[in-house]
């Protein structure tokens, strides 16, 4: 679930059959006066050469397409439609890793996932930000701590996923020395360092920070900026081969996603409308929320169904669940209620948790909104916590919703949910500082 640290594919697949007509696209982007005849002039730099190696990377883009329709198991067009949509959207998320955020010489902080692009199992609470780092460097990471309700700064090691490995160190917001203002500096370093230290090994390659927010309308987003600590180094020239290695980079980490997510799917997709954790079904540490297990799930809820959600959250320092759609990110949650968390959530009189995804809006304040389709993926996060309660899941006709709720089962009107909604609203504009 929140798997947020890409490793890069640099191995070359052969290039399939050409899908555009050799000049017509190269043309038309080349400055006054550069023609094909002057590339060809520099060996293995022709419009031919070029072409054919783009048709590479729009065959990766091609197989990834291929590999979704194949093993998923959304056929509504819709849903099928969304899956292309998810591709492209990802591009930018692989270019970023490939190209414009991944030179720990010269590091600048990057946002991973938002409204714009989205993946495996992202959390509608999240803000996910990067930073390339190289263990022989000693790095420094400034600013204003922000109000967020969870914070993590974590290492992640390379790894033969096409997100890396798994975490290597970490360090939380409970353990953060801050200044009586909020400002803060932690050093990124393979040496000790006193006060705010993460340590970097030569395993590892990126910095992750989460932060998660609760009150999304008044929990302020981190304020930082990152340098590295040493004599100045140029960026490396966006030379021809650095830019077409970088896009067939780009390519495979697509495609790579693509098969990695499928997989994963692929093991929750036998128990249905159940949460499951993710290390007992997997045996792996690359998804783990730090300081908290995740656990997941595959909902399918056909047309007139609903499925209630009931648990008692556990105290701790953060909790969510999150609604994903079949190609397991969130739903759009600028306009749709995708998930609920320790903040938004209305519990019942006697704490319990009562969440029902459903088609149409049952007049419940925890709904999650299917978004017209009719599965996903779903996930919860208790974090920082002592216990793990179990969620029960019970798949029912809308119609017959309230036979299967308590008779006081709180309730939401239509005005109330439009302000629910245009609540959430204006806490993304918070977040993501768009005002």
Known sequence: MDILEAGMMLSRRQALGSSLAAGGVLSGLLPVGLTGS??????????????KRFDGVLGSIRRAAETAFSRSTAHQPAARAMGLLHIMNNIALGLAFNVHDDDPMNPELFRYMGYDRKQGGDNQDALYLGVPVDASQTYRLYGNRGTAKYISLTTVERGSSPWGGGM?????????EVGPDGDFEVIFS?????ENWLKLTPADFRVTIRQFFADWENERPMRARIERIGPPASPPLMTAERIMESLEATGQWIENTITFWQDTMDLFRRTPNQFVSWRSLTGDKLNATPGGEPSCGVWQVPEGMALVLRTRPPECQFWNIEFNNPWWETNDYRYRLTGTNMHHAALEDDG????????????????????????????RRWIFSDTSPEIECNLVRQDALFDHLPKNVKRMDAQQRAEQVAARRRGIYNRFNWM
């Open 352 to 379: 319990e948790l009562i969440v029902v995804i459903a088609h149409e809006d049952p007049g419940i304040p925890n709904w999650l909104d299917t978004a017209g389709f009719t599965e996903g993926m779903m996930g």
């Open 168 to 176: 290597g160190a970490g360090l939380f917001a409970q353990d953060l």
């Open 38 to 51: 002057a590339l060809a002039s520099e060996p293995g730099y022709s419009d031919a050469d070029f072409l």
């Open 190 to 194: 393979a040496t000790p360092h006193p």
